[in-house]
């Protein structure tokens, strides 16, 4: 049996689990959203699509993405709009299965759902195939595509991230064992491997390593392309670490991850386990009872925004809505933030609503832009 084939014959671990609800969740926002911003064509790349479901039947990425499509067969019809859905998997077996089980999925869709969705499948080694795809998504670049990116290891995350900084639309999520990445940081066949750049794992805990990853990985990138952005979410399962890196350049991209980020961990929005107990854990807090407990994350962006605000930096709805986005916080933490400053008269604005949703800031420059005005009283 090799790896991938004894994968699939199990149920789903965990860890597992969570990953695929991220994904399907960004994959049920992803969809509509380009279908109604009136694109004629949409692209998914599953790049390590593997059989499409475990021994339970409970389905992988490949099948959740054919769900999600058909759940907005309205939309997709109504727009018109094609999609174009790639799966790969190197090894034949697993194309085989995956093949037979996307085509019973499909069987279920109604024809004119089914004209409107191409797809093709593949048995690629990955580093083979995404040279090719990014080429030809860059000649594209008014199409919009979502990538997969779930190998059992890690991969040259280095290359792919060079290559997808290039595209226009483009939102993709990585799925890593990051803590292998500290363990073997210091092997130089294992970094020429991955073709990282350079790192430093110094003042980091393990439960940290992923997060660390990827605020490094992104502050690279940011150099190269200020609008490109990196999000983690850290997984465990036992005493590993494994992680999911959302990329984009798009603030509504980023709105929508986090939401869902933060829906599955209302704490800190970052993982699937309470980093504020591992950080106790790791640095115990002697039995003093003068020392303030350290802030929540949420807690910490409240200070900041007031602070902000009160110092008219922060002076509108469209303002607020890109800090929140930026500082990794969904729009409903800042929405909170002004309605209380405005019960406690530090602020004044019109209207109940201080109106911070992509929709208004999508709006900012036209017409029927709502802009709402922090007025520090
Ligand atoms: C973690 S599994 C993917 C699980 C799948 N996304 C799901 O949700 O069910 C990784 C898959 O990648 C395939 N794979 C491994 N190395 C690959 C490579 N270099 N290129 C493409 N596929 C590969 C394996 O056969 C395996 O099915």
């Given at each position: 049996?090799?790896?991938?084939?004894?994968f699939?014959?199990?149920?789903f671990d965990?860890?597992?689990?969570?990953?695929?609800?991220?994904?399907s969740?960004?994959?049920?926002?992803w969809?509509?959203?380009?279908i109604?911003?009136?694109?004629?064509?949409i692209y998914?790349y599953?790049f390590f699509s593997g059989?499409g479901?475990?021994a339970k039947g409970?389905?992988g990425?490949?099948l959740r993405i054919?769900?999600?499509?058909?759940?907005?067969e309205k939309?997709?019809?109504m727009?018109?709009c094609?999609?174009?859905i790639?799966f790969?998997?190197?090894f034949?077996e697993?194309f085989?299965?995956?093949?037979?089980?996307?085509?019973l999925e499909l069987?279920?869709?109604?024809?004119?759902?089914r004209?409107?969705?191409?797809?093709?499948?593949?048995?690629y080694d990955?580093?083979?195939?995404?040279?090719?795809?990014?080429?030809?998504?860059q000649?594209q670049?008014?199409?919009?595509?979502?990538?997969?990116v779930?190998?059992?290891?890690t991969f040259?995350?280095?290359?792919?991230l060079?290559q997808t900084?290039?595209?226009k639309y483009?939102?993709?999520l990585?799925?890593?064992p990051?803590?292998?990445?500290k363990?073997f940081?210091?092997?130089?066949?294992f970094?020429?491997n991955l073709d990282?750049?350079?790192?430093?794992f110094d003042n980091f805990?393990t439960?940290?390593?992923?997060?660390?990853?990827?605020?490094q990985?992104?502050?690279?990138y940011?150099e190269?392309?200020?609008e490109?952005?990196?999000?983690?979410?850290?997984i465990q399962?036992?005493s590993?670490?494994y992680g999911i890196?959302?990329?984009?350049?798009?603030?509504?991209?980023?709105?929508?991850f986090?939401d869902?980020?933060?829906q599955?961990d209302?704490?800190e929005?970052?993982a699937?386990?309470?980093?504020?107990?591992?950080r106790q854990?790791?640095?115990?807090?002697q039995?003093d009872?003068?020392?303030?407990?350290?802030?929540?994350k949420k807690e910490?962006?409240e200070?900041l925004?007031?602070?902000?605000?009160?110092q008219?930096?922060?002076r509108?709805?469209?303002?607020a809505?890109?800090f929140?986005i930026?500082?990794?916080?969904?729009?409903s933490?800042a929405r909170?933030?002004?309605?209380?400053l405005?019960?406690?008269n530090?602020?004044h604005?019109v209207?109940?609503?201080?109106?911070?949703?992509y929709i208004?800031y999508?709006?900012?420059?036209?017409?029927n832009?709502e802009?709402?005005?922090?007025i520090?009283?």
């Amino acid at each position: 049996m090799t790896k991938s084939t004894d994968f699939f014959a199990k149920p789903f671990d965990e860890k597992t689990l969570v990953k695929l609800t991220i994904f399907s969740s960004y994959i049920k926002a992803w969809i509509p959203t380009f279908i109604k911003s009136n694109f004629s064509d949409i692209y998914i790349y599953d790049f390590f699509s593997g059989v499409g479901k475990d021994a339970k039947g409970t389905f992988g990425s490949p099948l959740r993405i054919l769900q999600a499509v058909s759940e907005q067969e309205k939309n997709i019809i109504m727009a018109g709009c094609r999609l174009h859905i790639h799966f790969n998997d190197k090894f034949p077996e697993i194309f085989s299965q995956l093949k037979e089980n996307c085509e019973l999925e499909l069987e279920k869709f109604s024809p004119r759902l089914r004209s409107m969705v191409s797809v093709t499948y593949s048995n690629y080694d990955f580093e083979e195939l995404y040279p090719k795809v990014s080429h030809k998504l860059q000649n594209q670049q008014f199409k919009p595509s979502l990538f997969l990116v779930d190998p059992f290891g890690t991969f040259a995350v280095k290359r792919f991230l060079d290559q997808t900084l290039t595209l226009k639309y483009n939102d993709f999520l990585i799925f890593m064992p990051t803590s292998h990445i500290k363990r073997f940081y210091e092997r130089p066949d294992f970094r020429e491997n991955l073709d990282l750049p350079p790192l430093s794992f110094d003042n980091f805990e393990t439960y940290q390593v992923h997060q660390a990853v990827v605020e490094q990985l992104a502050g690279y990138y940011q150099e190269k392309d200020e609008e490109f952005s990196l999000i983690p979410f850290t997984i465990q399962k036992n005493s590993n670490y494994y992680g999911i890196i959302f990329g984009a350049k798009h603030l509504r991209a980023f709105d929508k991850f986090l939401d869902i980020a933060w829906q599955l961990d209302p704490e800190e929005g970052n993982a699937n386990y309470s980093i504020s107990i591992e950080r106790q854990r790791s640095k115990p807090i002697q039995g003093d009872l003068f020392t303030p407990p350290m802030p929540s994350k949420k807690e910490a962006f409240e200070v900041l925004l007031t602070k902000k605000v009160m110092q008219r930096k922060i002076r509108n709805n469209f303002q607020a809505f890109e800090f929140c986005i930026r500082q990794g916080h969904p729009p409903s933490h800042a929405r909170e933030v002004l309605v209380k400053l405005k019960k406690t008269n530090k602020i004044h604005f019109v209207g109940r609503s201080p109106k911070i949703l992509y929709i208004y800031y999508k709006n900012r420059n036209t017409t029927n832009s709502e802009k709402i005005e922090f007025i520090v009283l």
